[in-house]
């Protein structure tokens, strides 16, 4: 199973379920659990640790999702896209 385009992206974690994961990650996946970390709280969102089950997946990975009241300024600002640049740029 390869990996999709994503045409729709979660904006909260109760969004995530198996289906999306498995399109995402390229690979089924079984069952995945939720998990706030309470200390990656920042002005743009809140972080999560998503724990993954499957053949060929990761164990976990992280998921950010950002709070309403930033997200215009953070798209003006092209927040998110620096920082995805950077994880594949500078520090894959």
Known sequence: ???????????????????WLSRILGAEVRSH???ALRDRQGVNGETHRI????DGTPRSIVAKF???????????QR??????????????
């Open 1 to 19: 199973m390869a990996a999709s385009p994503v045409s729709w992206f979660p904006t909260q974690p109760d969004e995530i379920d198996d289906a």
């Open 51 to 54: 724990l993954v089950e499957g």
């Open 79 to 92: 927040w998110y896209e620096r920082e995805v640049r950077f994880y594949r740029e500078l520090a894959p």
């Open 33 to 35: 659990r939720v998990e």
């Open 66 to 76: 950002p709070h309403a009241p930033s997200r215009g300024v953070a798209v003006y």
